[in-house]
């Protein structure tokens, strides 16, 4: 109820004054203060986003040359050279862990939103997925060296790949999860009303609506992945050789050596005291980052343009 | 027509039809079950390859000081302290910055300052032009999220070659001038805390806007609408009313990120300087057990006691960061559903 007009409190001259926004007075002043502080830190904080992208086009852009791409990496009292070998050992790794990852993330993810939605184990796997989202990359290199070299023998790509597949499947999980969870339901309540099964739905009506959001976490997994140095410092090793000598005689069994990755080529050239290798540390770099930073952003903007319509 | 009967729609499925249902069912949970047993898989892995040297060493591991393959004498106190004092350190500087960039985002400041641009010309409302203000606020999102793509060894690279030489004049003054306060204890050498906590800093600021940015976003409208309808100005509403609803979210993003920068392991490996030294001073060289690990593995070998010690390295990082991350997790599994009752 309102309260009756007598005891409305009456608002004298210096109490209006009090409601008007004035510059003069200090809660104001420190408003703006604290705003323009905000904007300060925030453009701060790009800084050094800004610094490393022109510090790499300076000193990797001015060295880069077509040669790089397919020679092998220089030894101490070498010019010239590249990282040719480097460059495919790590396209290689990102694709075993991909092999390994995807499909399990996915099916997994399949089980998180549609099967098992309210489920107790949905809730456990959620929980797994996200705390080994936060996995600190090098355990993961230590999990592969006790599982797979150790096991082997061998320092091999395929450990490398074991272990980028753990820093993988969070990602590609969570993300698919989240993807499929947008479909709208009534596009599946049509698929099951017309006599598919469970299974006919998820191929021919879910997973190709959910398909942009998918792939972003798929995108986003492997430009993770194709950064990460830790994990392969021990597993996959360096190697200063192509992986596979002869393209007309490739063997599963090649595999299973030390293979060199970008990464690791810029963790070891970066503390050489020769400067042709550090040039090519910063040329690699750049490459490095020009890959992940298009691979990001290209993942991106495939879930926020074409996203599934409610 | 022959043609509606042969149709693959509309009828009920064939035994066929079931039985893949079945299976790819049963895959999809096996697929789900398979992910706790690798996370089992991982954490029994480590533990059990670390067993003989928690046998031979026992809890003397944790305090010892020195870390020696030739006489067999192994201790990661120094390697603990390393890890903690640098994740504090980049905490403390990331989450300030990382809530400030949080705060410039949820409020929208740019897309404000596009759109009053946008004003002068008179055009706010245009066809092209209208979409700026929007445009502009998740270019900048994107940046923000884009520090945490590059990777880790290329901040290592940046770190070695700019950040340390930036640092060197103004970290040698003060070690001259106020050596007496313990931060500043020792001289500037290059490669030591400071430089590691700051790209530390840099590297985790993402996940604290991020998470941060969220929250902010998730307050209910109709609480800023009451405090400005009050009186308070803007500042006031984000100090007094946002800041504290949101805290839950931002509180957990900041254990996240501590559990992020707990495990980073190139950049510090390349810029700590791998002395196992404790030392509050903020020029000394250090080390992180991360760093231990990424620089002792590769010449383990197969000797079963030198992977041991490594692996039981490990095992006391594992241990930190599960616990870090799962509070982490459960805190800001707290805030969202707490949220979720004040709408």
């Given at each position: 109820?309102?309260?009756?007009?007598?005891?409305?409190?009456?608002?004298?001259?210096?109490?209006?004054?009090?409601?008007?926004?004035?510059?003069?007075?200090?809660?104001?002043?420190?408003?703006?203060?604290?705003?323009?502080?905000?904007?300060?830190?925030?453009?701060?904080?790009?800084?050094?986003?800004?610094?490393?992208?022109?510090?790499?086009?300076?000193?990797?852009?001015?060295?880069?040359?077509?040669?790089?791409?397919?020679?092998?990496?220089?030894?101490?009292?070498?010019?010239?050279?590249?990282?040719?070998?480097?460059?495919?050992?790590?396209?290689?790794?990102?694709?075993?862990?991909?092999?390994?990852?995807?499909?399990?993330?996915?099916?997994?993810?399949?089980?998180?939103?549609?099967?098992?939605?309210?489920?107790?184990?949905?809730?456990?796997?959620?929980?797994?997925?996200?705390?080994?989202?936060?996995?600190p990359s090098i355990l993961?290199g230590v999990?592969?060296y006790?599982?797979?070299?150790?096991?082997?023998?061998?320092?091999?790509?395929?450990?490398?790949?074991?272990?980028?597949?753990?820093?993988?499947?969070?990602?590609?999980?969570?993300?698919?999860?989240?993807?499929?969870?947008?479909?709208?339901?009534?596009?599946?309540?049509?698929?099951?009303?017309?006599?598919?099964?469970?299974?006919?739905?998820?191929?021919?009506?879910?997973?190709?609506?959910?398909?942009?959001?998918?792939?972003?976490?798929?995108?986003?997994?492997?430009?993770?992945?194709?950064?990460e140095t830790a994990p392969l410092l021990f597993t996959?090793l360096f190697?200063?050789?192509?992986?596979?000598?002869?393209?007309?005689?490739?063997?599963?069994?090649?595999?299973?050596?030390?293979?060199?990755?970008?990464a690791v080529l810029i963790y070891n050239f970066s503390s050489s005291f020769v400067?042709?290798q550090r040039?090519?540390a910063?040329?690699?770099s750049?490459?490095?980052?020009?890959?992940?930073?298009?691979?990001?952003?290209?993942?991106?903007?495939?879930?926020?343009?074409?996203?599934?319509?409610? | 027509?022959?043609?509606?009967?042969?149709?693959?729609?509309?009828?009920?499925?064939?035994?066929?039809?079931?039985?893949?249902?079945?299976?790819?069912?049963?895959?999809?949970?096996?697929?789900?079950?398979?992910?706790?047993?690798?996370?089992?898989?991982?954490?029994?892995?480590?533990?059990?390859?670390?067993?003989?040297a928690?046998?031979?060493y026992?809890?003397?591991f944790l305090s010892g000081k020195t870390w020696d393959p030739n006489t067999g004498e192994y201790g990661i106190l120094p390697e603990i302290w390393g890890t903690l004092y640098s994740s504090l350190l980049a905490?403390?500087?990331?989450?300030?910055?990382?809530?400030?960039?949080?705060?410039?985002?949820?409020?929208?400041?740019?897309?404000?300052?596009?759109?009053?641009?946008?004003?002068?010309?008179?055009?706010?409302?245009?066809?092209?032009?209208?979409?700026?203000?929007?445009?502009?606020?998740?270019?900048?999102?994107?940046?923000?999220?884009?520090?945490?793509?590059?990777p880790s060894v290329v901040y290592g690279l940046w770190g070695i070659f700019v950040v340390i030489p930036?640092m060197r004049?103004?970290c040698?003054?003060?070690h001259?001038?106020?050596?007496?306060?313990?931060l500043?204890g020792t001289r500037f050498q290059g490669p030591g805390m400071l430089p590691a906590a700051f790209v530390l800093a840099i590297m985790i600021?993402?996940?604290?806007?991020?998470?941060?940015?969220?929250?902010?976003?998730?307050?209910?409208?109709?609480?800023?609408?009451?405090?400005?309808?009050?009186?308070?100005?803007?500042?006031?509403?984000?100090?007094?009313?946002?800041?504290?609803?949101?805290?839950?979210?931002?509180?957990?993003?900041?254990?996240?990120?501590?559990?992020r920068a707990l495990g980073e392991t190139m950049a510090l490996a390349m810029l700590v300087g791998n002395m196992n030294t404790i030392s509050v001073s903020l020029f000394s060289p250090a080390n992180t057990l991360a760093a231990l690990l990424a620089n002792n593995f590769q010449e383990a070998g197969?000797d079963?006691?030198k992977v041991g010690v490594l692996m039981y390295a490990g095992m006391v990082l594992m241990?930190i960061t599960?616990?870090?991350?799962?509070?982490?997790?459960?805190?800001?599994?707290?805030?969202?559903?707490?949220?979720?009752?004040?709408?």
């Open positions: 109820m309102a309260s009756p007009q007598s005891e409305r409190p009456v608002l004298t001259e210096s109490d209006i004054s009090r409601l008007e926004r004035s510059l003069r007075k200090p809660r104001t002043l420190l408003s703006i203060m604290l705003s323009a502080v905000a904007t300060i830190m925030t453009f701060m904080a790009l800084v050094p986003l800004f610094s490393v992208v022109i510090m790499l086009f300076v000193k990797g852009g001015s060295k880069l040359t077509l040669e790089n791409f397919y020679t092998l990496p220089p030894t101490a009292f070498e010019d010239g050279g590249g990282f040719g070998n480097a460059l495919l050992g790590t396209i290689l790794m990102v694709g075993i862990a991909a092999l390994i990852s995807v499909p399990f993330g996915i099916m997994a993810a399949v089980f998180l939103s549609e099967l098992g939605k309210n489920s107790r184990t949905s809730s456990v796997v959620r929980f797994c997925a996200k705390v080994l989202s936060g996995f993961a999990f592969a006790g599982a797979v070299v150790l096991l082997t023998g061998k320092f091999s790509a395929y450990a490398g790949g074991v272990a980028l597949s753990i820093l993988m499947l969070p990602v590609v999980m969570l993300t698919a999860e989240e993807a499929i969870r947008m479909v709208p339901s009534r596009m599946k309540e049509a698929s099951i009303g017309m006599g598919a099964t469970q299974t006919q739905t998820l191929w021919y009506v879910t997973l190709p609506t959910a398909l942009p959001g998918i792939l972003t976490g798929v995108m986003l997994a492997v430009a993770r992945a194709a950064g996959a190697s200063n050789f192509w992986l596979i000598s002869r393209w007309n005689d490739v063997e599963p069994g090649q595999l299973n050596q030390p293979t060199a990755s970008m400067d042709n040039e090519m910063w040329s690699a750049l490459v490095l980052v020009l890959v992940v930073l298009v691979t990001n952003l290209v993942g991106k903007s495939l879930s926020s343009k074409n996203g599934p319509q409610r | 027509m022959d043609h509606q009967t042969k149709s693959p729609i509309s009828r009920p499925p064939t035994k066929l039809e079931i039985g893949i249902d079945r299976l790819f069912r049963g895959l999809c949970f096996s697929f789900a079950w398979l992910t706790i047993a690798v996370m089992a898989y991982i954490v029994i892995e480590i533990s059990w390859k670390a067993k003989p928690v046998l031979e026992g809890p003397g905490l403390l500087i990331g989450s300030v910055f990382g809530i400030a960039v949080a705060v410039f985002l949820s409020e929208g400041y740019l897309g404000n300052f596009v759109f009053r641009v946008l004003k002068l010309f008179g055009v706010q409302f245009h066809r092209f032009w209208g979409k700026m203000p929007s445009m502009a606020e998740s270019a900048l999102k994107n940046l923000v999220e884009l520090l945490a793509a590059i930036l004049d103004s040698v003054w003060l001259d001038n106020m050596g007496w306060f313990p500043f600021l993402p996940t604290i806007s991020a998470i941060s940015r969220d929250a902010l976003v998730a307050v209910p409208p109709k609480l800023r609408e009451a405090s400005y309808g009050l009186g308070a100005t803007r500042w006031e509403t984000i100090l007094s009313v946002i800041l504290p609803t949101a805290s839950g979210g931002i509180f957990g993003g900041i254990v996240l990120a501590f559990g197969s079963e006691m241990a599960l616990m870090v991350n799962i509070i982490g997790a459960l805190i800001l599994q707290r805030a969202t559903a707490g949220l979720k009752g004040m709408r």
